[in-house]
């Protein structure tokens, strides 16, 4: 089951945030574009920050050092324009010391996504990102509501033959 993190809903709903993952989730995504130069609203006050958007639909990232650097190895290149669709590997970091306080961060694997991707138990095709679920959440999406992993073609046709043997049950109670 999904829970929602308070950080989710009292955060910046603008920027990706810890609040954005399950507890031990790992994330990956391609880096669709920098932008170089972007008025923020922080609890600052507004700041011109770099920013990170995704390919996936996944809110931006706001970039600091050490995801800069992570980012920077990963891609083999310092530069912003080298890096779009470089494909990263966010996750949670736990106990950083920040603004004289702990706190937990979201974090860049300083190493190319080790993840597997899963693969359609029916076709064998690696499952897609589909809508706002990445190939992760739908293949977890799909193992809860048919029972195995399925590539959105896959679930699409289970929902309809689902669907279908409702209709012709219903209809039997009819007659």
């Keep these: 089951m999904e829970k929602t993190h308070w950080k989710k809903v009292v955060s910046d ?41 995704f390919e996936e639909a996944y809110k931006p990232m ?56 899963p693969k359609c138990e029916k076709c064998g095709k690696e499952v897609q990102s589909f809508g706002k679920m990445n190939a992760e959440q739908m293949a977890q999406y799909t193992k809860n509501k048919y029972g195995e992993i399925l590539c959105s073609e896959c679930a699409t046709e289970k929902a309809s033959i689902k669907e279908e043997a409702k209709n012709t049950s219903s209809k039997g109670e009819d007659e």
């Excluded at 989730?25 to 609890?43: C, D, L, R």
């Excluded at 494909?87 to 004289?100: M, P, S």
């Excluded at 706190?103 to 080790?114: G, L, T």
């Design 13 to 53: 709903p603008n920027y990706i945030g810890e609040g954005d993952f399950q507890e031990g989730q790992e994330i990956i995504v391609t880096i669709k574009k920098v932008v170089s130069h972007e008025t923020v609203k922080t609890a600052e006050g507004k700041s011109d920050k770099a920013v990170l958007y």
């Design 62 to 117: 706001i970039l600091n050092v050490a995801r800069s650097k992570a980012i920077a190895k990963v891609a083999g290149s310092p530069y912003f324009e080298d890096w779009p669709g470089i494909k990263i590997q966010l996750y949670i970091e736990h106990g950083i010391k920040a603004f004289g306080d702990v706190v937990n961060a979201v974090r860049v694997r300083p190493f190319k996504p080790r993840l597997a991707i």
